[in-house]
């Protein structure tokens, strides 16, 4: 993909409706925290694609579902708000710690997280310790290989500690479907 902006980012409402991003970022419902650390790249997703760009393909249609409602960050060793909804392929490690410091200004009453990734965090620890500083819950999407089972009970530790729910995505493949059932059993 491109760094188009995509249809239903909020960058697209904010451009439809001549409104700041951070006016439309008022009216979005849900954070998505999505890891685009080089381990994403691999090519093992659908039509041998890498999961970033499955990933990117679903999220781009759960924003065109959800025009407005969606906040895309993209992290890898670094964090970045993606308000064209286009996560920025960073490549590089997992600095989970970072991105959910970064996402915790807005954990505020109402708001969604929803956290994909395929790996393990450089720290755990300390990435645990921030997920625990959250108000709100953290849902926790895995996306990685099947038989990846340290990622796995990771994230499932991660969403736990937050009351969230974990699910699993065999690759990026079936993202949107995945999300869009996560925010509907909140009534987003």
């Known amino acids: 993909m491109t760094n188009a902006i995509i249809k239903g980012s ?20 849900c954070i998505i925290i999505i890891d685009t650390s080089g381990s994403m790249q691999s090519k093992d997703s659908r039509d041998d694609r890498s999961r970033y760009d499955v990933a990117c393909e679903e999220l781009a249609n759960i ?9 895309v960050l993209a992290f890898s060793d670094s964090v970045i708000f993606c308000p064209n909804g286009q996560p920025y392929n960073f490549g590089g490690s997992t600095d989970l710690a970072s991105a959910l410091k970064y996402a915790r200004v807005a954990d505020v009453p109402g708001m969604r997280f929803i956290l994909i990734s395929d790996g393990e965090p ?36 991660l969403a736990n500690t937050t009351g969230g729910k974990y699910v699993t995505v065999d690759r990026a493949k079936e ?14």
């Open 10 to 29: 909020l960058g697209a409402i904010a451009r439809a409706s001549n409104k700041s991003i951070a006016e439309t970022f008022a009216s979005a419902d």
């Open 63 to 71: 924003q065109n579902s959800m025009p407005g409602k969606i906040a």
């Open 122 to 157: 450089n720290d755990e620890k300390h990435a645990l310790s921030e997920a625990r500083l959250y108000k709100n819950r953290i849902d926790v999407i895995y996306v990685g290989p099947e038989l990846e089972q340290s990622g796995r009970d990771f994230l499932n530790r």
């Open 175 to 188: 993202l949107a479907a995945s999300v869009e059932r996560l925010l509907l059993d909140a009534g987003v």
